[in-house]
């Protein structure tokens, strides 16, 4: 049940691109409503093709997007104002598939979102969110440390995410995918995290452990 | 006393002006700030609202981006320091309800299934209100706030302040319009009431107070001002028409004494039917006399100078010439009647002309002042009833003769028929008287019986006679014995003389006191006489026959009374009770000749008194007559 309503949530940020006047705003919705439905069902075929796993991958596709708009970025990352804001994603498919997908045409604070796929071995130079999937856990002891101290929002799924220097760490409650911060690895890579996206994790992690 | 304006009073109206301003001013400014008060009220309901809805979906948007309800659901919570927000909730993109709030303690309110367009809506006593969540220029979702709308509570509190201050106004209002009202209207009341007292009393001394500067004190001076010229001018009016009045006065007295003066004249003239004429002290006529020509005919040619004299009858001028010859003579006035010729009847009638001469300085005839009356109708009205007095005379006279001829021819004839009729009754019962001394042996019982009717009927008719000469002696003879009348002595002594032979005690007859009368005595013994005797013969037949004789003084006479109860009679034959010979019962029923009362009458009559019966058949009678009173009471 979480992970349709996880769905829904995708299919809530797709359907956000109607973007319209107040006035044709609930003609849109009725419109998206009808869309949404017939996608419901199409999703559900898909989903029924779908493992749980990847439904978790898709929700956190989804928030890896969302994350761009409560993280402050040091000015010089981002060279204009229009420069796009680079997700690196190393491991994890399905999820760097979905992203691409959410972020194709979307902006995020007036930037373009461009997602790129972090192989083995590459360095991680030019991302400012870089998600590690728990597949490439191994790598996790590699590419943090390259990225601390630099302005990279890293995220990663596993259980000792933070602890390891990660700034924030999905978990898996309820049922529900949510996410802990740690303020210190944001401090430490002059990342300044939204309030409000601190209200809504799960922890939050002051202090380096 | 100040005159009664009811409702039109300059009080009344200030005060309804004052309470109508103040209710007016009252109105409109509790209704401006009414409506004030609810827009702004409504103003800052929605503003607070929309404040809160953006507060709640900024703080909710992390919320619903990352699917955090128990988030959003605590936001919704932070409503409960806001009581008035009944509901609240927070739908997503797609329109589902992500969270929801109640108020503690409310009833569960129906929460839209899908979230309406961005905007307010009130409803009632209720305020929803809309409000979409946007980041990142998305819409992530709506928020849903419900509140109580206190609009109508709102309305009727502040109305009720409103009614409040109102009456609070108002009760001011009136307290400071009593005091207006004395203020300005004390001095206008006190005008009126002094212009009142004007109108009524016409006093213009009287003056209004000034007690304000304002225009009401300029209105009492101006008041005041007015009053003082009215006052002068009715004063000047006021001599004026007493100067007028005394002028007036003046001239209709004189006017007045013209005027009787001129009416006296003229009745003087009027008086005078007569002629006027003036002639000269040669007895001339020598100015025009128009009274004379009007009367005569003549023209003034016709009478100038001596032409007088032929106006008047032939015989007569010559008598007129030698009366006024010795008036001349011895200066006084004229006075001689004579026959003057009228010309509108054509005759000569009788004038009676007088004349008086004017004298001169020097006691010397200068004129003659006369007048000439018309007395004809009264010379011959005197004529006739000169004559017609004389003519009367002449036939009362011969009359008289004639009837005293008449009666002495009766008297002597009836006394010399009673007088001749007695030698043969003599004759008859003298020869009867003899025939029954003398005979009495050889008469059997019938003729015995025959004898004595032949006697008592002679001795009926010899008083008969005796009656009738005693009457007829009464109308010659005149009344000479005027003696004063013990009238009780002769009642009693006549009434002893008829009870002499009826059986004592049966008959009651009671002489009262009587008063005394002037006459003949013997005459009105035979008053009593037949009066008693009457009364005794009718009441006879009564078992205790009664009479009653009463008398007294009446307006200077003595009346007498003889009252019985006796058979009586009927009032229709009262008349015929006195007259000869008239009986009203035959002579079997009760005797007696028939010329009794005849003789009271004429007695009673003789006297200069008068005689009256009055009675009821079966009821007794009362015969009253009256005499000349004796000198004193007898």
């Given amino acids: ?209 | 006393m100040t005159p009664n304006f009811g409702l039109r009073s300059v009080r009344h109206k200030l005060f309804a002006g004052v309470l109508v301003t103040s209710l007016a001013a009252l109105l409109v400014t509790g209704v401006a700030m009414l409506i004030y008060d609810l827009r702004s009220y409504h103003t800052a309901q929605v503003n607070d609202l929309t404040t809160q809805a953006e507060l709640i979906g900024r703080a909710s948007a992390a919320a619903l981006q990352f699917d955090d309800r128990k988030f959003a659901a605590d936001n919704l919570n932070l409503l409960k320091v806001r009581p008035k927000i009944r509901a609240a909730a927070i739908y997503n993109a797609k329109g589902g309800l992500f969270a929801s709030y109640l108020r503690p303690g409310a009833q569960s309110e129906d929460l839209p299934a899908l979230p309406d367009s961005e905007g307010v809506r009130v409803t009632g006593e209720r305020l929803d209100l809309y409000r979409r969540i946007v980041g990142n220029n998305e819409i992530l979702g709506t928020v849903y706030l419900r509140s109580d709308y206190e609009f109508y509570e709102r309305l009727w509190n502040y109305l009720g302040i409103v009614l409040g201050v109102s009456v609070l106004a108002l009760a001011v209002s009136m307290l400071l319009s009593g005091w207006l009202q004395a203020s300005v209207t004390r001095p206008i009341l006190e005008v009126t009431g002094v212009a009142r007292h004007v109108v009524e009393r016409r006093d213009f001394s009287l003056r209004a107070k000034k007690t304000t500067e304002d225009e009401i004190g300029y209105l009492v001076d101006a008041f005041n001002d007015m009053l003082a010229e009215i006052a002068r001018q009715t004063e000047a009016l006021k001599t004026s028409n007493q100067a007028l009045e005394r002028q007036i006065a003046e001239r209709s007295e004189a006017e007045r004494a013209l005027r009787d003066s001129e009416r006296r004249n003229r009745t003087l003239v009027d008086a005078i039917t007569s002629v006027v004429w003036t002639a000269d002290h040669q007895k001339a006529f020598t100015t025009t006399q128009p009274a004379w020509g009007a009367y005569t005919g003549q023209t003034e040619d016709e009478y100038r100078g001596a032409g007088w004299r032929r106006a008047f009858h032939a015989e007569d001028p010559d008598a007129l010439e030698s009366h006024w010859a010795e008036a001349a003579t011895a200066k006084i006035p004229l006075e001689c009647e004579a026959r003057l010729w009228h010309a509108a009847s054509s005759e000569y009638r009788f004038v009676s002309v007088r004349a008086a001469p004017v004298l001169g300085a020097k006691d010397e005839i200068v004129e003659w002042i006369g007048t000439v009356t018309d007395i004809d109708d009264r010379k011959r009205a005197e004529e006739e009833i000169r004559r017609l007095n004389a003519e009367l005379e002449g036939r009362v006279r011969e009359r008289t003769a004639q009837l005293e001829a008449t009666n002495k021819e009766l008297e002597s004839f009836s006394y010399s028929v009673s007088h001749d009729l007695r030698a043969p009754l003599r004759a008859i019962d003298g020869y009867s008287q003899m025939l029954e001394e003398d005979y009495r042996d050889r008469l059997d019982d019938e003729g015995k019986r025959l004898l004595t009717v032949v006697r008592h009927e002679s001795g009926k008719m010899g008083r008969l006679i005796d009656d009738l000469l005693a009457f007829s002696r009464l109308g010659r003879n005149p009344i000479n014995a005027m003696a004063e009348i013990d009238m009780t002595a002769l009642a009693k002594d006549v009434a002893q003389e008829l009870l002499r032979d009826d059986t004592p005690d049966r008959v009651r007859l009671d002489v009262w006191r009587l008063p005394p009368a002037q006459g003949d005595k013997s005459l009105l013994r035979q008053v009593w006489m037949n009066l008693l005797g009457n009364a005794l013969k009718y009441a006879g037949s009564r078992p205790r026959p009664e009479i009653f004789v009463t008398g007294e003084i009446t307006n200077g006479e003595a009346v007498y009374r003889v009252a019985d109860n006796g058979v009586g009679f009927d009032m229709k034959y009262a008349g015929k009770l006195f007259g000869v010979f008239q009986r009203l019962h035959s002579t079997e029923e009760f005797a007696g000749t028939g010329v009794g009362l005849a003789i009271v009458q004429r007695v009673v009559t003789r006297h200069g008194g008068s005689v009256r019966a009055d009675g009821k058949v079966g009821e007794g009678a009362t015969f009253t007559f009256t005499l000349p009173a004796g000198k004193h009471d007898g």
């Avoid at chain 1, 401090?187 to 939050?204: E, F, K, S, T």
Wanted: charged content about 20%; hydrophobic content about 45%; some cysteine.
């Fill in chain 1, 1 to 209: 049940m979480a992970f349709l309503t996880s769905m829904e949530r995708i299919t809530d940020d797709r359907s956000a691109r109607y973007r319209a006047s107040t006035a044709s705003i609930w003609i849109a919705v009725a419109r998206f409503a009808l869309l949404a439905l017939c996608t419901l069902c199409a999703g559900a075929s898909v989903a029924a093709d779908e493992s749980p796993q990847d439904i978790e991958q898709r929700v956190k596709a989804a928030f890896l997007f969302k994350f761009g708009g409560y993280v402050e970025w040091p000015e010089r990352v981002f060279p204009r104002n229009d420069s796009p804001l680079v997700i690196g994603v190393a491991g994890a498919d399905v999820l760097a598939e979905e992203l691409s997908r959410i972020a194709s045409g979307r902006t995020m604070n007036g930037r373009p979102v461009t997602v790129r796929r972090i192989r083995s071995g590459e360095p991680v130079t030019g991302v400012h969110v870089l998600f590690i999937s728990r597949s490439e856990a191994g790598r996790l002891g590699e590419l943090l440390p390259t990225t601390q101290g630099q302005p990279v929002l890293t995220v990663t799924e596993t259980e000792k995410g933070l602890a390891q220097g990660s700034v924030i760490n999905f978990v898996v409650a309820d049922n529900r995918v949510r996410f802990e911060v740690s303020l210190a690895a944001a401090n430490r890579n002059g990342l300044r995290i939204g309030a409000p996206l601190l209200a809504v994790a799960q922890r939050v992690q002051e202090k380096a452990q």
